[in-house]
């Protein structure tokens, strides 16, 4: 195959005209989405479009509000979300997304151009790339899913090319994509890493000198290091631990660990649960042809093993980083067809990560049953067109096969079946908030900025989140004096989760604190959340009985931020020179 090495002439026209496309099927699935109300249904998709708002729209706007998730579809989305309609209608995810998405398949397009010279198959990969319903679907809703898979193949192409040239632009936006890529999950910790040894691994097969190799992957490792850097400055500055991403109550392993995991400590039973979600997420011919055509070019290729080695170890780094994740408990999957049984999907999304693998594996075989076939008489060429065109045909149709499955007759039964819809009585919270809030600040956990955050219209602005730190620890101490609104979980259900019952700081500080009905009164108990309101008639009884003046009480003055400094301390001051008072009174 020797055509594996051949870097062909970038035709920009093309590329132009492929970006375009991608982009137009993008936006008419956006609007598909849009209309059948599947834009915004789970809770981590109203979340990270709330994060992505708290950078321009909080109490405290800025970096700060980014949270331990890898933050950079929240940095990409933050121009977006500061527009109002896109925001509330979820847009903002589009806006940003589709056109990352394009540029991806345009990616893909020059890697399997450059690797196979056939500019046909190429063509038939990026459809089978473009067709897959959940990267159309990922890419128009606020997501990470999409985002990384587009890099990994940005990724891969820049690792191909610097591989065959050593070209220093090539590396250094390799190390620049790589660094994004960990910045967007943290998949992207085993991407570094793999694109490192490939570099060091090439770098010695050409037995270059130990000054050249230690300058290329300090440079390499000095880019793709940015987003590990940046997650552990941002941890120890806003989470006290350099590892808070791992360790927070938010990370992936403590809000699962209440849950039934089927797969801990046991590889076989991971590798199950990871090819079910592939199934569901690529569909069937995808998955059986890529994995076919891997295994007959890691036998075939042999001088050239090398390489292909290295582009199918980054297209898969992100399944062989899920894979071991399920093993060691930190990470989930569940699906109808394996137990618990659930009819209901729980993190499928996992098994979309390696659709780059999936396309191009097929791609190279198709290339390399042509060459071979071709090279041996002249009329051996319908042979060798038939043969790779039954390869790339299956990729194709199978894409399409499932698009039409998904979109048309299923319409997302993953989607609209799953374990993280946002629950009933959030949007009947939502609601209720959009019809009666008049002003004043709401007191209410990241546990719950979701639906409620972002479908009730209210400026982010006017909400105390722990992100908000200190104003979020001093309206919990005192709530009635800074807060009209408490949102908070409901823990008196069976269905409450040990997870949110542990890390609800409002529920666990006034859940079963009766004193708190004293100044609110229930205006909404769901199955999951509860909603308060201010009486106000307390509140000015309560400050005119520690001798408070009202305008110093932001919940009476009806101020957005207070001085954290000189308001808390006043307030603090006099409450507790009222109950020295009093014990003062008691002792005589």
Known sequence: MHTLLTYPFVRARFDWLLFGAVVLIGALFARYVYVHGLLLVMVDQYSHLAIARQVTDSMTPGLSQLGFWPPLVHILMAPATAIDVLFH???????????????????????VEMLTHNRVIAIFSTAAYVLNPYMLYYAVTPMSDMLYVALVVIA???????????????????????????LARF????????????????????????????????????????????ILIYGWVYGDSPLAFMYNEWSAYAQQRSLFLPTEHNLGVSLQYLLAASKHMLGIPLVVVSMLSAA????????????FSVIALMLASPFLFDLMALVQGSAV????????FDPRFFNER????????????PALLAAYVYE???????????????????????????????????????????ITNSLQLSPEDHRIATELLRDEYQGGQILMTRALHNEIAVASRIPLRNYILEANYVYFDQALAYPWLFAEWIVMQNANHPDASEWSIENELVLQMWGQDDNILRYYYKVFEGESVTVLRLIPEEVEYFVEQHDIERERVPSLAGREVWNVRETFAYLQERIEAQLSAEQYALDR
Do not use: K, N
């Open 296 to 307: 007959i070019l890691l036998m075939v290729l042999s001088g050239r093993r090398a390489l």
């Open 372 to 414: 071979r076939v071709r090279s041996r008489e002249w009329y051996y060429e319908p042979i060798a067109l038939f043969l790779s065109a039954v390869v790339m045909s299956v990729t194709v149709i199978g894409s399409y096969t499932h698009m039409d499955e998904i979109v048309c007759i299923g319409c997302f039964d993953t």
């Open 156 to 182: 891969t192409y820049y690792l191909a090319h610097w591989w065959h040239t050593e070209r220093l632009l090539s590396l250094v936006l390799l190390g620049a994509v790589v660094g994004m890529a960990t």
């Open 187 to 230: 998949e992207g910790f085993l991407l570094a890493a793999v694109a490192g040894g490939a570099i060091m691994y090439r770098l010695w097969q050409r037995r270059t000198s130990f000054a050249h190799l230690e300058s290329t992957v300090i440079l390499y490792g000095l880019l793709a290091g940015i987003g590990l850097v940046f």
């Open 350 to 361: 996992y098994g979309l990560y390696w659709l780059g693998f999936a396309v191009v594996m």
């Open 333 to 340: 999957i569940y699906v109808p067809e394996l137990p618990p």
């Open 89 to 111: 209608t979820g847009l903002a995810a589009a806006v940003i997304l589709v056109p990352i998405l394009a540029l991806s398949a345009v990616f893909l397009f020059r890697l």
